[in-house]
């Protein structure tokens, strides 16, 4: 079957999956344009008549436009597929992959992850592992024992025994943005981007990221599940930026083997990394705000992707070379040109079983993107991937780290050395911690992972405690306003109104802030590090042909961190760690909201990389609970807050790229209600909490009221058999109620209630037809 020695060869796989219609396709009344027979995809042009169908062909091509055709595919079909193969390359010992390329919206997360109903490639890949581990197990213990009858809890404790002895399974999951890292795993982790390294022996990994271990397909649920979740907070802080971001997925499956004839041990290593890439779509058609686009210009997010594009390309050159036996010189692979190319190099062009699977949309509206997903995806199929079991004995890892150290240490007492004593000592450290990092025991592992999962559930019980972090039960979310920082690096005050923007990218709102730059320790101020203006990352534009070729060997230097290069030229030289910087900021006012619905407006945000949350609320306003229905909607209101607040920060290089880079978040929330701030943790203050209760269901039953209109009418049957409204005196001052009206005698009168729900007034779903009862006051008589 497949060599041991020198590996085998597989070819890059290409998928290619089309999703149904969404909805907005189908109200543009967008023609379906992708059909799909056996291997081929053909696109054809509505409009045009003498235009041909352009056909592509690859190795899957999968259906699930319409459940109903006979070529329908679904989640399990696409699993049977491409994840079973893998899982059976992963337990042989081989690395694999798969990455998801397509245009935000096309599929990419719901074939990778899937939804809770209908699982996707991921969770099913986790959970096919663990069930052949446990098939495994169960047949060595038939092999091994031929005691009868064992009772249950004998063959449990066999099984774990056998399973914590045989096979280790590790995860992790993070998250590239704007070329940072981020843990998705370790709540605790997540709030500062982890740093890319390189080792000799190791390669690239991320420096601190959380690996946990699982033991069973639960575990991994649950993982994934707050992952997810801090994906999604995310991207809503970031008005959907996590179409921008690439998230990683890898399982890490480690199987001990002893073999029967020699007493000896071997270990086999596979890592499967699963990843859903960033939206392909080119900057200008994704419909993101002109004002944010330009900030992001010069930025690295899409850096990644495009470099994905240059890789792929240059490895489809590089390999018709190959073929033609046409040029002798090598072609260069731009893998460290990206946090993601580099972490991956392995599954492209190098040790890995690997799959792209392309998502595209149906529908016509999408014809460029799809076209365009089609070539990039085409170009993949020309990868050549040199695939080898990963099969060592034990230990051999870490006797190659301790090696290096040994190594190094010569160097550093030979006076001759080329490197720096400096350099050579942060070297030693650095392969000392990963020889920790390995070489550490399994339990503690294991009791590390627990500990996580237990600060998992208490950060999300003590949400649960905390009334006024309860948002879904006091506060409604109106948008988010970001501040970019790059501002601090101009000498000037920020003073200005900054639009909130709701879920749906639309303007609602306009926070007015104030952000200055107080004080520094030394000379030193952000303004002497002027950003950099010399653009940093082309826009992704599909696969560009053109194809780098340097004559720097890639492999040079690699025990440098990629971060620290891609520092270095963002500020020059600035060594001096000890520099102090403070900034004021100040949150004043909010105004132009859509439709007041609360009778407060929260804030909410955190400083860069200061781990406490700000919770600020506006300061009371005496009139605001009187307002009357008519009041509210024209009425202007203006929230103010008296929230000011000095942060200070050492000028370290991380934190000048952090301001050069990105932005707080300021979310905008509606807040029901007074639940007085300083004594809601006290949950054994059962009366307060009950008021509170009751105060923030009047409130919500008043915005209720203010989003249906209602009209009561009183109609008497005539003379002519119908039924008609009659006139009620309403003039008179004095009259509270809805009018008088004097009742005619002898006639049948009956009272019409009517409902609406008044257009454009808020986002609150109202059911009008779930409404059981109405009540219409009294009737008086005098
Ligand atoms: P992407 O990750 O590429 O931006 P998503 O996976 O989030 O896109 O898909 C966008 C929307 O389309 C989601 O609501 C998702 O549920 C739906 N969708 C995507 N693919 C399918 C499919 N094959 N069948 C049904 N719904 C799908
Ligand atoms: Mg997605």
Redesign the pocket.
């Known amino acids: 079957m497949m060599a041991k020695s020198n590996g085998t060869e597989a070819r890059v796989q290409v998928a290619v999956r089309t ?2 219609l ?1 909805q907005r396709e189908i109200d543009l009344k967008s023609p379906t344009i992708v059909t799909i027979q056996n291997s081929q995809v053909f696109v054809e042009k509505p409009q045009d008549k003498h235009h041909t169908p352009k056909t592509f062909s690859y190795d899957f091509c999968f259906n ?1 436009i319409h459940s109903d055709s006979s070529n329908y595919a679904s989640q399990e079909m696409i699993f049977e597929k491409l994840g079973v193969e893998i899982v059976k390359h992963a337990f042989e010992g081989y690395n694999a992959c798969i990455f998801a390329y ?1 245009q ?8 990778m992850m899937g ?1 809770h109903n209908d699982r996707g490639i991921i969770p099913r890949l986790c959970q096919l592992m663990f069930d052949q581990i446990e098939n495994k197990i169960k047949e060595e213990i038939n092999q091994d024992i031929n005691i009868e009858p064992i009772n249950n809890e004998k063959i449990n404790d066999i099984l774990s025994l056998k399973f914590s002895s045989s096979y280790r399974v590790e995860v992790s999951y993070f998250e590239i943005y704007n070329e940072k890292v981020r843990d998705l795993l370790n709540p605790n982790n997540n709030h500062h981007a982890l740093k890319v390294r390189a080792n000799k022996i190791l390669g690239p990994y991320v420096d601190g990221l959380s690996q946990l271990v699982v033991t069973s397909y639960q575990e991994i649920e649950t993982l994934l599940i707050e992952g997810n979740n801090y994906r999604t907070v995310a991207s809503t802080n970031m008005n959907n930026e996590s ?1 921008r971001s690439h998230a990683v997925f890898t399982l890490k499956l480690t199987q001990t083997l002893s073999t029967d004839a020699s007493e000896t041990q071997s270990v086999k290593v596979s890592k499967i990394s699963l990843v ?1 890439l960033a ?1 392909s779509e080119r900057a200008s058609k994704s419909g993101v705000q002109v004002e944010q686009a330009r900030f992001r210009e010069g930025c690295n997010i899409n850096k990644s992707l495009s470099t994905l594009g240059l890789v792929i390309s240059a490895l489809a050159t590089r390999q018709s070379n190959e073929n033609s036996l046409k040029s002798t010189k090598k072609t260069f692979v731009p893998y460290r040109d990206s946090v993601l190319t580099w972490l991956l190099k392995d599954s492209l062009g190098g040790n890995s079983f690997t799959i792209m699977l392309a ?1 595209i949309s149906p529908a016509y509206d999408n014809y460029e993107e799809t076209i365009s997903t089609l070539r990039y995806a085409d170009q993949a199929k020309k990868i050549v991937n040199h695939a080898v079991i990963n099969e060592d004995e034990p230990g051999t890892i870490i006797r190659e780290l301790r090696d290096e150290i040994d190594k190094l240490r010569k160097e550093l007492a030979d006076a001759k050395a080329e490197k720096s004593a400096e350099k050579l000592n942060a070297e030693i450290k650095e392969n000392e911690k990963l020889m920790q990092t390995i070489s550490k025991d399994w339990q503690e592992r294991i009791a590390e992972t627990d500990k996580i999962s237990k600060s998992l559930l208490i950060t999300q019980q003590q949400k649960r405690n905390d009334p006024f972090f309860d948002v879904e039960e006091y506060n409604s979310l109106i948008g988010v306003a970001n501040i970019f920082l790059k501002a601090l690096f101009y000498d000037s005050k920020l003073d200005y109104l900054v639009p909130i923007i709701n879920t749906q990218g639309e303007i609602s709102g306009s926070l007015h802030v104030v952000l200055v730059q107080v004080g520094t320790s030394s000379m030193k101020k952000l303004s002497d590090f002027q950003p950099n203006n010399k653009p940093r990352a082309s826009i992704s534009e599909g696969i560009s042909i053109e194809t780098e070729e340097r004559s720097l060997s890639e492999h040079s230097n690699s025990q440098n961190s990629l971060d620290d290069e891609s520092n270095d030229d963002i500020i020059g030289t600035s060594n001096d760690k000890t520099d102090q910087i403070t900034v004021r900021f100040a949150i004043k006012e909010v105004r132009d909201l859509p439709q007041c619905d609360g009778d407060r407006v929260m804030c909410r945000y955190t400083f860069i990389n200061q781990k406490e949350d700000q919770k600020i609320l506006s300061i009371q306003s005496a009139s605001n609970d009187d307002d009357t229905e008519e009041q509210v909607g024209k009425k202007p209101r203006i929230f103010s807050f008296n929230h000011e607040k000095e942060y200070t920060f050492t000028m370290t290089d991380n934190f000048i790229a952090t301001c050069l880079e990105s932005a707080v978040s300021i979310e905008v929330w509606y807040h029901y209600s007074t639940i007085p701030l300083s004594i809601n943790t006290n949950a054994n203050n059962e009366r307060t909490r009950r008021d509170a209760e009751i105060r923030a269901l009047s409130n919500r039953w008043k915005e209720v009221k203010r989003h249906i209109q209602y009209a009561v009418e009183i109609h008497e049957l005539d003379a002519s058999g119908r039924w008609e409204p009659v006139e009620v005196d309403a003039q008179q001052p004095q009259i509270i109620s809805g009018g008088v009206y004097r009742l005619r005698q002898g006639q049948s009168k009956r009272l019409v209630a009517r409902l609406r729900v008044i257009p454009q007034s808020g986002t609150m779903p109202l059911v009008l037809h779930a409404i059981r009862s109405v009540e219409i006051g009294s009737i008086n008589t005098r």
């Open positions: 999703r149904p969404n699930s397509g935000t919206g096309s599929g990419k997360s719901y074939t939804s179409s859903d939206g998502t």
